[in-house]
């Protein structure tokens, strides 16, 4: 689909004026609505996410770090969001296939202080604040494109996708034309891998001057267990098994309340093994000895995936262009090391609001202020740790506490390479021994896992997961790849099939996504591009 300023709309469509529209009600984009009405009550600006309701698409660790919320909202703690654990100890243990040991914590994943929160509900917390403030939130509303101006090229708000379109294109009964959502300035909030800002990117060249965008997915689930085993505030991150030495994965381990666990997996998708599983990585990881006693006799309440952001500090795209700026995960401000993100995001979203009042609402000016905040500061002193491990977890590891010891001051910095090249090709690849166990936990397979996701398409829409030339699939990649779309998603969206008819072919289940978008990342041949389905579909996530 091509931006809104080259395609004129068959009909006039209906307008809706803001002086600011946000586009996602993450914490960056709910974080920067409610300090620009703080700053100025007076500018009127629309919050547009495209999830059913707030919080349900929202998914993270997530532990965050208290001081830009505490600056956003200081009284906060007096009605803290529903799901708020202390971190009261952490621990980081290094696996093997049989057992594993217990590490010194790393500086940068020391959690005191730190809150455990489920961003989900965080996310649904702050709304109801931001509307009190005289923000409009609207979920259900998906961008599908910029509007433009036609001489200049300037972002001039979005068009909210039309409802009701058959997957033929043919308009069904209930077709609602999509509006227009006009705005002084556009705030990109979508978090990783936005399907706007991807488009914006290459529009206005803003990677003219950065590395490639660095990924990898997050996989998480929640857990009800015997209240017992819980210990709250809790928190455990490991490395090691199931992931092999060239492999980037760990994961996390969170003790809420009420007999709640969030545990998830975290592969970064530079992985060159063509046969690489994430989702089946995390499944063996609950089933590890240490592991695998917290769950049993317990219930799965929610699953779901994620991209993660990781591409830090020399990954960071120009943050602002005629009429629009970006933040939080769509700008690439997760802290890697830390495994945290939400206070980058909250962070950065109220300097956008600070720079907008200040600038009679232009913005020019925010990219060279949010490189000279302590946003960026936290970035550049951990540029080198995450690519670091493209040599190997052990050199990664030995890179990691040199640039933990000399506070990030190497003279140097590493470069980052796009993840879609990272693939060997199956005869160029020995792919390690796996050293995997039989696993009897819930669930059982990627379709029970997006059951556990509360994924819901109207079959009857047009598919969302677009691929360019779907030859390429059978004539190419079914040889140099083996087809590694069928593994890497978490959520078994793709399938080679055959029949009589038409041989083998691609099948895309474009009903099971759960919107992580794995697939734009890391294709091998840059085909597979995900635009967003009608609003309100997708996965309805329970406090993940």
């Known amino acids: 689909m091509t931006d809104a300023a080259a395609t004129a709309p068959e009909t006039e469509r209906d307008v809706m004026e803001y002086d600011v529209v946000a586009v996602g009600a993450g914490p960056a984009g709910l974080s920067f609505a409610i300090r620009l009405k703080q700053l100025n009550p007076e500018i009127s600006i629309c919050v547009i996410e495209?999830?059913?309701?707030?919080?349900?698409?929202?998914?993270?660790?997530?532990?965050?770090?208290?001081?830009?919320?505490?600056?956003?909202?200081?009284?906060?703690?007096?009605?803290?969001?529903?799901?708020?654990?202390?971190?009261?100890?952490?621990?980081?243990?290094?696996?093997?296939?049989?057992?594993?040991?217990?590490?010194?914590?790393?500086?940068?994943?020391?959690?005191?202080?730190?809150?455990i929160v489920s961003l989900g509900a965080m996310c649904a917390w702050l709304a109801p604040q931001a509307e009190a403030l005289g923000v409009e939130v609207f979920p259900g509303f998906a961008a599908s494109e910029t509007l433009h101006d036609p001489d200049t090229g300037a972002v001039t708000g979005v068009r909210i996708g039309d409802m009701g379109v058959a997957k033929d294109g043919s308009h069904k009964?209930?077709?609602?034309?999509?509006?227009?959502?006009?705005?002084?300035?556009?705030?990109?909030?979508?978090?990783?891998?936005?399907?706007?800002?991807?488009?914006?990117?290459?529009?206005?060249?803003?990677?003219?001057?950065?590395?490639?965008?660095?990924?990898?997915?997050?996989?998480k689930e929640l857990w009800q267990v015997p209240e017992e085993r819980v210990t709250p505030g809790r928190i455990v991150h490991s490395f090691g098994w199931p992931a092999d030495n060239s492999t980037y994965g760990g994961s996390f381990i969170y003790h809420l309340d009420k007999g709640r666990i969030a545990i998830g997996y975290v592969s970064g998708l530079d992985y060159s093994d063509p046969h690489y599983k994430p989702w089946e990585a995390f499944q063996q990881f609950k089933h590890h000895p240490m592991v695998k006693p917290l769950l049993e006799g317990g219930e799965i309440v929610s699953a779901g995936a994620r991209a993660i952001v990781t591409g830090g500090y020399q990954s960071l795209p120009r943050t602002e262009m005629p009429g629009a700026l970006l933040i939080?995960?769509?700008?690439?401000?997760?802290?890697?090391?830390?495994?945290?993100?939400?206070h980058q995001a909250i962070r950065s979203g109220m300097l956008a609001a600070e720079h907008l009042v200040a600038s009679a609402l232009s913005p020019e000016g925010f990219d060279a202020k949010l490189r000279a905040s302590p946003a960026m500061e936290e970035l550049r002193k951990v540029r080198n740790i995450k690519p670091g491990f493209k040599r190997g977890l052990w050199m990664g590891m030995l890179n990691a506490a040199w640039e933990t010891a000399v506070g990030g001051r190497s003279p140097w910095t590493l470069k980052n390479k796009p993840d879609w090249c990272s693939l060997d090709k199956?005869?160029?690849?020995?792919?390690?021994?796996?050293?995997?166990?039989?696993?009897?936990?819930?669930?059982?397979?990627?379709?029970a896992g997006v059951y556990f996701a509360a994924t819901e398409h109207d079959e009857d829409q047009p598919v969302h997961l677009q691929v360019a030339d779907t030859s390429i699939c059978i004539e190419r990649c079914t040889v140099e790849y083996d087809n590694p779309c069928t593994r890497f998603c978490p959520a078994n969206v793709y399938e080679i099939v055959e029949d009589e008819t038409q041989g083998k072919r691609l099948q895309i289940n474009a009903a099971n996504c759960v919107h992580c978008k794995t697939c734009d990342i890391k294709d091998p041949y840059e085909i597979i591009n995900w635009v967003t389905p009608e609003g309100g579909s997708g996965p309805n996530y329970q406090n993940l």
Request: aromatic share 4%.
């Open 50 to 115: 495209k999830s059913s309701t707030i919080g349900a698409q929202i998914l993270s660790g997530a532990v965050i770090e208290t001081g830009p919320l505490d600056a956003l909202l200081p009284d906060w703690r007096d009605n803290p969001p529903p799901i708020c654990v202390p971190a009261t100890e952490d621990e980081f243990w290094l696996l093997s296939r049989d057992g594993g040991r217990k590490l010194p914590v790393p500086p940068g994943m020391n959690n005191h202080g730190n809150v």
């Open 426 to 447: 199956v005869g160029e690849h020995e792919s390690p021994k796996r050293d995997y166990v039989d696993r009897d936990l819930a669930p059982r397979d990627r379709l």
């Open 328 to 342: 939080g995960d769509t700008a690439g401000l997760l802290n890697v090391p830390k495994v945290k993100g939400t």
């Open 173 to 219: 009964p209930g077709y609602t034309q999509g509006i227009d959502i006009k705005a002084k300035v556009t705030v990109l909030a979508e978090g990783a891998r936005g399907h706007l800002t991807k488009r914006l990117l290459k529009r206005f060249d803003l990677t003219a001057d950065s590395d490639p965008q660095g990924y990898s997915i997050g996989i």
